[in-house]
């Protein structure tokens, strides 16, 4: 491997696995490269038409999706309590402040209930067209009494933990047999509640990517079972991507505007990249250039900083550059990033923050006591992004070279809070009190 990479200065804290920012330097005008992009618009129609088809069957599956008649979704969520309290000990950029409330997500608690239901569902689908058990213009909420008809198939994923409670509980409900490959960094709560809901769950010593391995092969050897791809999928980033037309909505009735002199700020925690990855492709169709999006990633495993900052994508790992790989975050441990992914942000990323595990459970807990909201410790890497463009030089050179710095009394900042929901009550009283 070519490896000039490890001199590059924009890298020397991201190989000392200090905090960091770093700025996107290939990053063009969205109009400029939208076209040549691995996804199209309407793809992401086609989703958001396919997940309004099965709202019925959610609805008859799920009771608690029925305030939103099936449709799974989250708030968002003003925070000016913790604006303030952060403000009183750090320098915070100017603007609104936001949450979105994915950790509150519908059935699975994290963004994973919007990739991972979404592929399923989609499988689901051809499945019962081709078999004749659903008619296109049918009823999609019959498919809920064909469990003996589903219980022939089988659903696998490999997972840092909540995407396979996602696909789990989702294939589960359905009536498919579902086996998780989880990786040794899972939580073992996660386990243990998919193992509850019948789930064949098994462990691997390794990290995530050697449980997809594992999946991935097992899978691949039975004609009834269906992988679902981490690393490749594209279904799983429509879903996500998703996210976006339904936020567009929540924006504007919280009178915030999105235009050339009302900047959109978006961070999102990132492990293979398909969560953020489709969420940000969602928000660069609504907003172009207007939205400025960043991810956000462990000191340790930055995996798609580095895939991006090196040009190497899937072919680079964060043990390439001397990191471990390991961080409390589980959601977020992730060696080697998504070639697909790499390849929708590689020129409309803006940039990405790293954050310090300790610095997790410290946001985890003024979140809480500000706002009385509880988010996991991956979601919380959300917050380097917000913190962080105040604080390091790149991202004040970034709002500069934007022409931002005048505009941002007018900016609006969204983390992206990825998930929490699911977590028992006595976890979230250990995260609360830990300390690093
Ligand atoms: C999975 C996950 C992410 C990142 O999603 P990827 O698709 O792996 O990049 C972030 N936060 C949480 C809590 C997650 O579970």
């Given at each position: 491997m070519n490896a000039a990479w490890r001199e590059d200065p924009a890298l020397r804290d991201v190989l000392a696995a200090a905090e960091t920012c770093w700025i996107n330097?290939?990053?063009?005008p969205f109009a400029a490269v939208a076209d040549g992009?691995?996804?199209?618009?309407g793809e992401v129609d086609d989703a958001a038409d396919r997940l309004d088809r099965f709202a019925p069957l959610l609805r008859s599956l799920f009771p608690e999706t029925e305030a939103d008649c099936g449709r799974i979704e989250s708030p968002l969520r003003e925070l000016p309590a913790l604006r303030e309290k952060l403000s009183w000990r750090e320098r915070v950029p100017a603007g609104r402040l936001f949450l979105?409330?994915?950790?509150?997500?519908?059935?699975?608690?994290?963004?994973?209930a919007r990739g991972g239901i979404y592929e399923v569902l989609k499988h689901t689908e051809e499945l019962a067209l081709e078999a004749g058990?659903?008619?296109?213009?049918?009823?999609?909420?019959?498919?809920?009494?064909q469990r003996d008809f589903f219980a022939k198939y089988t659903v696998q994923v490999g997972s840092t933990g909540n995407l396979g409670l996602s696909i789990g509980i989702m294939a589960a409900a359905l009536g498919y047999r579902a086996v998780v490959h989880m990786s040794a960094d899972a939580r073992q709560w996660k386990k243990d509640l998919l193992r509850q809901k019948g789930v064949d769950v098994r462990e691997y010593d390794g990290d995530y990517g050697k449980a997809v391995e594992q999946g991935r092969a097992l899978s691949d050897a039975d004609p009834m079972s269906y992988f679902v791809d981490d690393e490749h999928s594209k279904n799983l980033f429509l879903g996500y991507a998703v996210a976006a037309r339904r936020l567009a909505e929540q924006l504007a009735a919280q009178d915030v505007e999105v235009d050339d002199d009302h900047p959109l700020f978006v961070t999102i925690p990132c492990g293979v990249g398909g969560a953020p990855g489709g969420v940000a492709y969602g928000l660069k169709l609504l907003y172009g250039d207007n939205v400025h999006v960043f991810f956000a990633e462990p000191v340790q495993c930055p995996c798609m900083l580095l895939g991006l900052a090196t040009g190497e994508k899937d072919g680079v790992c964060v043990q390439d550059a001397?990191?471990?790989?390991?961080?409390?975050?589980d959601g977020l441990a992730v060696a080697r990033p998504s070639k697909l992914v790499c390849d929708v942000m590689e020129y409309t990323l803006s940039g990405e923050f790293t954050v310090a595990d300790g610095r997790l459970y410290e946001d985890l807990r003024a979140l809480h006591a500000a706002e009385k909201l509880f988010i996991e410790p991956s979601a919380c890497a959300a917050f380097a992004g917000y913190r962080g463009l105040a604080r390091f030089p790149a991202a004040q050179s970034y709002l500069k070279a934007h022409g931002l710095i005048g505009k941002m009394e007018n900016a609006s900042h969204i983390l992206w809070?990825?998930?929490?929901?699911?977590?028992p009550a006595l976890t979230r009283k250990e995260y609360l009190a830990k300390r690093l």
């Open positions: 330097p290939e990053k063009k992009l691995p996804v199209k618009p979105k409330l994915d950790s509150e997500l519908a059935v699975a608690g994290s963004v994973k058990l659903l008619r296109p213009d049918g009823d999609y909420a019959d498919l809920a009494g001397g990191l471990t790989g390991v961080t409390e975050a809070a990825t998930g929490g929901r699911l977590v």
